[in-house]
């Protein structure tokens, strides 16, 4: 059993079968990667793993519990965070700001403290946010607005929003897409950092095979909202159904 479980998972949108009697199973501290071509129903999958969805069919469980039919703001308490296509910052505060958002919103009761001792003073929690800064080499940039930098140090940033609130799950959706490659290359090195120094699993969706083949431990292939194949990434470079997914013919 993986941390998390997706059992025959189908979901239409009107005459549109969007996903098919998906099954995954994600091993609790790794990475696994959910790739395929355009519309193959990734980012329907994602929905569904938050709760944005609810499948016509099946079941969501994550740590022994359906994520079905809960708020974001549920999901968040039982240990899942997203990072989303396009980074959600607000970027009319600094960086220094932005973390203390979290910061704040869990003394105050808004997420699930997984762990983290509780902290009660303002002093407290701006060291905290310093220290996740620190981790993700960005603490120099603490007084930046956000809104000037560039989109790998946004990314970054909403990385370490998650990162404050010490989930078991990260769910990254595209996390590298419009990046240019320096910070493509500096997104994975942080994740392998993340990955190294915290308990956590991570679950990723993502378009570019350099990052997938860099970071992930075990690769579920999706096409037309169904599982084609689940492998290592060894397996799966040259296995002939994905490449006909991708090349639109037989290997």
């Not at 001792?117 to 607005?145: C, G, I, Y």
């Not at 942080?190 to 990955?195: D, G, H, T």
């Amino acid at each position: 059993m993986g941390i998390l479980e997706v059992k025959d998972v189908n979901k239409r949108f009107g005459g549109l079968q969007a996903l098919g009697d998906v099954n995954l199973s994600v091993a609790e501290n790794t990475v696994h990667a959910i790739i395929g071509p355009n519309g193959a129903g990734k980012s329907t999958l994602l929905n569904c793993l938050v709760g944005k969805l609810i499948p016509d069919t099946g079941s969501v469980m994550f740590d022994g519990q359906s994520v079905l039919g809960r708020t974001p703001f549920e999901i968040n308490q039982m240990g899942i965070s997203r990072v989303f296509q396009t980074p959600e910052i607000f970027g009319d505060l600094t960086v220094m700001e932005n973390m203390l958002i979290p910061c704040f919103a869990r003394r105050d009761g808004s997420f699930a403290l997984h762990g983290i001792r509780s902290v009660t003073s303002e002093a407290e929690l701006r060291d905290q946010a310093e220290q996740m800064l620190e981790d993700v080499n960005m603490l120099d940039k603490r007084n930046m607005h956000s809104a000037s930098m560039s989109r790998g140090d946004k990314r970054r940033l909403e990385m370490a929003m998650c990162l404050v609130q010490n989930p078991k799950l990260l769910l990254l959706d595209e996390p590298t897409a419009g990046m240019a490659r320096a910070d493509t290359n500096n997104t994975i090195d942080l994740l392998k950092e993340i990955k190294e120094t915290r308990d956590i699993t991570i679950a990723i969706i993502e378009h570019d095979m350099h990052v997938v083949f860099s970071l992930a431990e075990r690769i579920t292939v999706l096409a037309q909202g169904t599982p084609l194949v689940e492998d290592s990434p060894e397996n799966i470079k040259g296995h002939p159904k994905v490449k006909e997914a991708y090349l639109g013919e037989a290997a």
